[in-house]
């Protein structure tokens, strides 16, 4: 099942701490009314004496960065905070409610379906500076793919580059032009395509920007102006007219996609090519934008060999980006959730949709962000990656 996340149980992460500490901190003992908190070893502190479950119970509250922090603060936390069961947890508890994930920090998901390493077991077990075979470091899995971890990772602006960002902005260089396609333009209540346009707080449309070149059938895309500064082109690719994506929408049902021609050989294996008028669009574009609908688990089979087919016939290029904007119409969607769905967000999770569309198979860069259509809240995080991606210089303030 796309959306179904395993779980591990905080007693089984427990018992692992507590024969952590056992083994290498023999001497701390638990706070209690029958000890005198005095009599406690000089060099371990009131929280490293306090039992197990209860420095369990702090470490649920800490974010990954206060975890590290706490790891550096002594030996004791150090050999604590690395536990590998502990990461397992929290990322099993965390992973679903990320809001994004990109070609880099995809997490291997099969290791959150991999039988639990032996309880006796630790990464910090071996002796150190001794070679052993080595064991998966959930905690370098967590924090490569926790969005708030790789927000810090961005660098900051140092002040020459602020002025550098103002003088090149003066310059007039061309906008990069994105193709807009995918089924979550079709089947959500609410048009993704319309708030887009209809938003002018969130993404104002530019109207100042050279003139396009027309693509037959396609039209001239509409241009946007990111952080009022940065404009940028969108040729929206539809499966089908209005009227036939209105009917199957209404009806809940696939479109016959007229983006694409089909061919299926005597082996039974499909075929999908972008027709004419599609194939002139990836050959100008300098990256591609997937609308993906997160609100349903199930799925067309054919969502990964489409999108597979339009990045294979942008000139061969694999250096052009895939941002997947994986969308839900509202944040309450009301109490009806199918099974894949995360019950709590109503979505299928980013690194889930991930999974579903194939996206570890592409040498493209890519990147899956959470967006409601009814806010556009998400939409900037993912415009701002496309942005890094084609080369537009941007700096956190």
Request: proline residues 7%; negative net charge; hydrophobic residues 40%.
């Amino acid at each position: 099942m796309a959306g179904h996340v395993p779980r591990l149980s905080e007693s089984v992460v427990i018992r692992s701490l507590r024969r952590l500490r056992d083994r290498y901190f023999p001497e701390s003992r638990p706070v209690t009314a029958a000890v005198d908190t005095e009599q406690q070893d000089s060099h371990l502190g009131f929280l490293e004496s306090l039992p197990v479950d209860l420095q369990f119970l702090v470490m649920t509250f800490l974010s990954p960065a206060d975890l590290c922090l706490l790891g550096a603060t002594c030996h004791y936390w150090r050999r604590m905070v690395r536990d590998p069961l502990l990461w397992r947890f929290f990322l099993l508890r965390d992973l679903p409610f990320w809001n994004s994930i990109d070609h880099l920090s995809m997490p291997q998901l099969e290791l959150l379906h991999a039988p639990l390493i032996d309880e006796k077991q630790s990464l910090d077990d071996r002796e150190e500076g001794v070679d052993t075979e080595p064991k998966v470091d959930y905690m370098a899995e967590y924090l490569r793919g926790s969005p708030s971890c790789r927000q810090q990772w961005l660098p900051s602006v140092a002040p020459y580059k602020v002025v550098t960002s103002f003088l090149q902005s003066l310059v007039v260089s061309a906008e990069p032009r994105y193709a807009m396609f995918g089924p979550g333009m079709e089947q959500l209540d609410m048009s993704f395509v319309m708030r887009l346009m209809h938003s002018p707080d969130v993404l104002p449309v530019s109207g100042s920007g050279p003139p396009r070149r027309q693509i037959d059938g396609i039209g001239s895309g509409i241009s946007y102006m990111f952080n009022n500064q940065h404009s940028f082109n969108i040729l929206t690719l539809y499966s089908t007219n209005r009227a036939e994506r209105e009917r199957a929408r209404t009806q809940h049902q696939n479109v016959d996609n007229k983006l694409f021609t089909v061919e299926v050989d005597n082996s039974g294996v499909t075929t999908y090519s972008p027709t004419p008028h599609v194939q002139r669009v990836c050959q100008v574009v300098d990256g591609f934008i997937y609308v993906a609908n997160a609100e349903r688990a199930d799925h067309a089979e054919n969502e990964p060999a489409q999108i597979q087919a339009l990045l294979s016939s942008s000139w061969g290029s694999t250096s052009r980006p895939l941002l997947v904007l994986s969308c839900v119409s509202r944040e309450d969607r009301g109490p009806e959730v199918q099974p894949g769905v995360n019950a709590t967000t109503n979505r299928v999770p980013c690194v889930y949709m991930a999974k579903r569309l194939e996206l570890t198979t592409l040498d493209n860069p890519w990147m899956v962000q959470d967006v409601v259509v009814e806010s556009l809240s998400g939409l900037l995080d993912g415009i701002s990656w496309l942005l890094r991606c084609s080369g537009v210089k941007l700096h956190n303030r």
